[in-house]
């Protein structure tokens, strides 16, 4: 930097009181160069930052007054997305008529109008055979002219405008009574350079810069060839003589994820106790090290300034905006709403009620999804609770309870009220979303602050030009997050006392002593070379010289770092992260790192083995940069200073617990910490202990994984299941299981009135007007997503039923149906008490589907499944204990209906459903099936005497679906530790269990 603030020096000498305008690619730019300047003692009198476009309008100013407005990018995106939609509508495309205008498409397409524009190129003078296709060259000259169209209609002015304009004007005096200063490396289009070659006619400086050797300067660089000061030590890094040994200069790292990178950053400057306004961190892309910046520098506290600001998505109007079109293109599922309170991202005024309450009303209302379900459910909240303010005591709580759910209710109505009718519409979104965002943002910080008036800003500018735009809804919520959550907010330049964090590509002119480069692996650095469909690079070069070629994009960005690099007048320390998290995948080093371990080392022939090799061990450091890294080393490595132990045992004495299940679940032992209570007989056990019900439910559980039944039984834990919406499914499962059983429940109650033989042909209409009459009552409680789908399902519904009757029709035993959905233990109803061979008994309670009664008194339980019969063996009637509904349920009816041992002959699982194709499976109940069952039972009950809950031993058959796989953490025990537990002499139940394993 000393040959352009000696060049500066000179300018401001030679022209003190001159006007002198320093031309930068962006007003940052200027600012850190004047900052450079000024910091090496020097005074900039009468000198102003511009960029090409400020000094057009300035020329054009000078003679006339600018009366149309500018268009910006999200205005641009919105017209060529209604530009596209008109012309493929109007079937004019032929190229492009097969695309989406998605919101991608749209910005692609109106960044590269807008470069040919100030290329110079219009829809009048489009270089005739330039594209590869004439269909694309029609294409792109149409929606040229009606761009061109659109600008007149909505009277805009575009770069293009201005540039001619202002070349046209040419005013001569203006530019000779001022003194023009350009940054070393500015890119150019077409009309830019036309424009600065006008105002090389006048007082012009370039400004010199550091070379970079051994590398050719981009050819969209042109000043950069006469803008050459004195090399560096680092302007040699990527020249091939001499090596330089430079040690002082360079320092490189690599660590183990991108995070551990950043702390390791922050830890050096800590150690090194370097000011913060002496220290910058550049990344080599946004994304992840933006946000892990961001969110470090706020639990540290850190005075930081981001060059390209934050993502508005980190701010709670930005989550609010997000939510909120997450909740619309769910269908207002409330599962989707509920992370706009867990996030504390609305502001619901004092007199709400709390977050968590809120939370539990929504779920409790058992919602599900659309508008109308809202205030309907809520509405039978309130009656329940008006009616049982009558009936019960504890009024006040119940009062409280009601409290809440009006204002619930009244909040809704008042948000539905705001929302469009026509929400596929993007104006009525947009406005809908500003709505939100005056009224329910939280705002806590002073970046929320500023993301929602930017939002809101944008809003304000867009929606003029929204009138006519109607999309499909999906594509109406894609073009506003497109619109809103792409911006970032906050970006600054360096301030004192500040970390300033920002991408490489602005890091040129900022010199500070102490500088940090981040993310320089090979994914990331120098860019991965791709083409830009709507116009290929040898496209760009057909239509003029000038055009940015992508392909040689790469090479620009490692020009750009090298040239930062050899501007540098401190410590440069570059790193990369050996792991892809994301990825799953190992990250090799850059090629431009190991020139820097060449430069470093001083060897040449060093390859990325010898990196690897030195940076394969990433060691614990000895300095912790916040309380997590410390806790982690700590809970991770055995503590080794004795009073640290004292303190840790005497305050967090939880953390000793934590470790010791750790210890003991790595043991061969079966321990309290794999599923081992301490317990009295009499607690768990049924047979002692009559105030616990079992049903055959509860008895699979406890077969299928004792560990489970502990957590859900025992623990009363229940994971949190809110009712679930998804736009391809009217009813869940479960709801339709409920469906069925209730029209085959009503079917033979109907038809047991007469004396008519089941016949497919004579009861099919009797059975459907059933089914249709439950359709229309269930249609009212839960609407379907869509008619197509609802139309769908009911089809499912009708072949469901004809499966059944022709099952029941066609089956040889012709028993009479007696009970339907037989209930006992169930409310005020008695249990059956099953009675073991030693005397004790347990009480069982459950619902049989169907019971048929036969001429010879003997019965037939039928159970109706909906799923498949795949998993119910023909001859394994147990399934290692995972299916004892069959003997329970015989053993419970015979109980219940004082019955001899043996009158349940058997019972039927019946699929009457298009996956089980009306297949049968049945189970005998003999002496063999009776046997069995009892011994499976009392090996279970066992299980519960003891007190011993192990896990499953089959996680592929058991734990693909289980909801507390996360918790039970099964899979990390190893197969041989696993083992041995089950073998512990100590784990008597366990063994018991292990024998229900014995019967398939």
């Excluded at 000179?10 to 850190?32: A, M, W």
């Excluded at 060529?80 to 032929?94: G, P, R």
């Excluded at 000061?229 to 302007?235: A, I, N, R, W």
């Excluded at 330089?244 to 994820?257: G, P, V, W």
Aim: hydrophobic letters at 35%; a neutral charge; one cysteine or more.
């Amino acid at each position: 930097m000393k040959s352009l603030i000696k060049k500066l020096e000179e300018v401001c000498t030679n022209h003190p009181f001159s006007e002198k305008i320093l031309v930068v690619d962006h007003y940052r730019t200027g600012k850190q160069i004047l900052h450079t300047f000024i910091h090496a003692g020097h005074s900039a009198i009468n000198m102003k930052i511009m960029t090409v476009m400020d000094v057009a309008e300035s020329i054009i100013s000078h003679s006339e007054k600018l009366t149309k407005g500018r268009i910006t990018s999200s205005i641009g995106s919105i017209l060529m997305m209604e530009i596209l939609k008109n012309l493929k509508n109007s079937h004019q495309l032929t190229y492009f008529n097969e695309l989406e205008a998605s919101p991608d498409l749209c910005h692609s397409i109106y960044d590269a109008i807008k470069m040919l524009r100030i290329t110079g190129l219009t829809s009048t003078n489009f270089p005739v055979q330039s594209l590869r296709t004439l269909e694309k060259e029609k294409d792109i000259k149409l929606i040229l002219f009606e761009y061109e169209r659109m600008l007149e209609k909505y009277q805009l002015q575009d770069n293009f405008h201005i540039l001619k304009k202002a070349i046209e004007v040419n005013e001569g005096e203006w530019i000779r009574e001022r003194v023009f200063i350009f940054q070393p490396n500015l890119a150019f289009l077409a009309m830019e350079e036309q424009l600065i070659s006008m105002l090389m006619q006048g007082k012009t400086y370039l400004l010199p810069i550091a070379p970079v050797i051994g590398v050719e300067s981009p050819i969209r660089f042109p000043f950069i060839r006469d803008a050459v000061g004195e090399p560096t030590e680092l302007s040699y890094l990527y020249a091939d003589e001499p090596i330089i040994k430079a040690t002082t200069s360079i320092e490189l790292n690599a660590c183990n994820t991108e995070e551990n990178e950043v702390k390791e950053v922050l830890r050096r400057i800590k150690l090194s106790d370097s000011p913060f306004d002496t220290c910058s961190i550049f990344y080599s892309s946004k994304d992840p090290y933006q946000i892990i910046l961001y969110q470090l520098a706020e639990t540290l506290r850190l005075p930081v300034t981001f060059g390209q600001g934050i993502p508005i998505k980190m701010t709670k109007p930005g989550k609010l905006v997000s939510e909120i079109v997450t909740w619309y293109k769910n269908r207002y599922k409330v599962h989707s709403f509920l992370p706009l309170l867990q996030e504390n991202i609305l502001d619901l005024g004092e007199n709400a009620p709390s977050y968590s309450s809120i939370i539990d009303m929504l779920i409790n209302a058992n919602i599900g999804w659309g508008k109308t379900r809202y205030v309907l459910q809520l509405q039978k909240k309130i009656d329940l609770l008006k009616e049982r303010i009558v009936k019960e005591r504890n009024q006040e709580v119940i009062q409280k309870s009601l409290d809440e759910y009006l204002w619930l209710q009244a909040w809704f109505n008042r948000l539905f009220q705001f929302l469009p009718k026509g929400e596929d519409h993007l104006r009525a979104m947009l406005e809908m979303v500003g709505y939100l965002l005056k009224h329910f943002a939280k705002i806590q910080t002073p970046s929320d602050e500023l993301a929602k008036n930017k939002l809101l800003e944008k809003i304000d500018l867009v929606l003029p030009y929204t009138t006519t735009v109607e999309l499909p809804r999906n594509d109406t919520l894609l073009y506003v997050e497109n619109l809103l959550l792409n911006m970032n907010i906050g970006a600054s330049s360096p301030k004192p006392g500040s970390i300033h964090i920002t991408s490489y590509q602005n890091g040129l002119f900022i010199n500070r002593p102490n500088q940090f480069f981040i993310g320089f692996d090979h994914q990331r650095f120098p860019g991965k070379l791709k083409e830009d469909p709507i116009l290929l690079d040898d496209e760009r070069e057909n239509l003029h010289p000038n055009l940015p070629l992508l392909t040689e994009k790469a090479k620009e960005n490692l020009y750009i770092l090298l040239q930062t690099l050899a501007c540098s007048s401190g410590k440069s320390t570059i790193s990369y992260s050996t792991f892809d998290q994301r990825e799953n995948r190992t990250n090799l080093p850059s090629f431009f790192f190991l020139k820097c371990y060449r430069y470093q080392t001083g060897d040449k022939e060093a390859n990325f083995d010898m990196i690897l090799k030195e940076y394969k061990h990433h060691s614990m450091p000895n300095h912790f940069i916040n309380r997590l890294d410390w806790w982690q080393n700590i809970l991770q490595h055995p503590i080794e200073n004795v009073l640290l132990k004292t303190i840790i045992q005497e305050q967090y004495n939880h953390l000793i617990q934590a470790m010791l299940a750790r210890s003991k679940r790595a043991s061969q032992l079966f321990t309290e910490y794999d599923g081992k209570l301490k317990i009295e007989e009499h607690m768990l056990d049924p047979r002692k202990n009559k105030m616990i019900p079992m049903s055959s439910g509860r008895f699979e559980k406890l077969a299928t994984c004792p560990y489970k039944y502990f957590l859900e039984e025992v623990l009363t834990i229940q994971s949190l299941e809110p009712f679930q919406f998804d736009d391809k499914v009217w009813l869940d499962a479960k709801s339709r299981g409920i469906v069925l059983h209730e029209i085959f429940e009503r079917f033979y109650k109907v038809i047991s009135n007469t004396d008519e033989k089941l016949s497919f042909v004579q009861h099919e209409q009797v059975l459907l007007d059933i089914l249709y009459k439950r359709i229309d009552k269930w249609k009212e409680q839960l609407l379907p997503p869509s008619k197509l789908v609802f139309e769908q399902e009911v089809n499912e519904l009708i072949e469901t039923c004809q499966i059944f009757l022709k099952s029941e029709a066609e089956h040889e035993e012709k028993g009479t149906p007696s009970y339907f959905e037989y209930s006992f233990g169930i409310g005020d109803e008695y249990p059956a008490v099953i009675s073991l061979p030693d005397g004790d008994t347990f009480h069982l309670s459950g619902k049989i589907d169907r019971v048929d009664k036969y001429e010879d008194s003997t019965y037939t339980i039928i159970d109706y499944k909906t799923g498949k019969a795949g998993s119910y063996h023909v001859k394994n009637y147990y399934d290692e204990g995972r299916q004892l509904q069959h003997f329970l349920y015989a053993k419970a009816l015979e109980n219940k209906l004082n019955l001899s041992e043996g009158q349940v002959k058997n019972s039927t699982y019946l699929f009457p459903t298009t996956k089980g194709a009306g297949e049968r499976r049945v189970r005998l109940q003999d002496v063999n099936t009776r046997v069995n069952g009892i011994d499976i039972i009392i090996r279970l009950l066992d299980l519960l005497k003891f007190g011993h809950f192990p896990m499953t031993e089959d996680i592929k058959k058991d734990c693909l679906y289980c909801e507390y796989k996360h918790v039970c953490k099964r899979s990390s025990y190893p197969d041989d530790v696993f083992k041995m537990k089950g073998e512990d002499p100590d784990a008597i139940g366990v063994n018991r269990w292990k024998g229900v394993r014995a019967y398939e």
